[in-house]
């Protein structure tokens, strides 16, 4: 039985942390637009603002999780906000989802006392929404996603 070790990635982990990444946004429909520099810079650059496990497998990269820290006044501190998490085919249905957001909330606890652990999960995406009910996640009502990007961020910025 494989056991997939999970540890905090290195820079050289960039290039299987990309493929992941792309293969998971090719399964549930997203674009997958960060590049590899992308990948580099935000989670080891000088203004670095993410962080990233990964679970080695026997044949490479066998799942990873993608994730930043939050502050939310509604929750009363700290927490972390996992935007990705990618299982490879071939290592699904043995717990190694559950298991790197175990490690993503140890990390975070540990790193700055996080006390919760959000994430968001496609409306279509059932096997991923199984796996979070299972694990006790709960749906917040009356709350609905809003992002602004390119031009609209761009916008905000010249607002001050």
Not at 12 to 40: F, K, M, N, Y
Not at 73 to 87: A, K, M, Q
Request: net charge neutral; hydrophobic share 45%.
């Amino acid at each position: 039985m494989t056991v997939f070790p999970i540890r905090p990635a290195e820079e050289g982990d960039v290039a299987a942390l990309d493929a992941g990444l792309a293969a998971l946004s090719q399964e549930i429909g997203d674009p997958h637009r960060a590049t590899r520099r992308d990948l580099r810079d935000g989670l080891f650059g000088p203004s670095a603002c993410a962080h990233a496990l990964v679970a080695e497998g026997d044949g490479g990269l066998a799942g990873l999780a993608l994730f930043t820290p939050v502050f939310s006044t509604v929750r009363g501190g700290p927490g972390v906000f996992v935007s990705d998490v990618w299982v490879a085919r071939g290592a699904r249905g043995r717990g190694l989802g559950a298991r790197l957001l175990a490690a993503v909330s140890e990390a975070a606890g540990d790193g700055w006392n996080a006390r919760f652990l959000r994430l968001a999960v496609h409306d279509d995406n059932s096997a991923a929404r199984d796996v979070y009910d299972r694990l006790g996640f709960a749906p917040v009502s009356g709350e609905t996603v809003m992002v602004a990007e390119g031009d609209a961020f761009k916008r905000l910025g010249r607002r001050r």
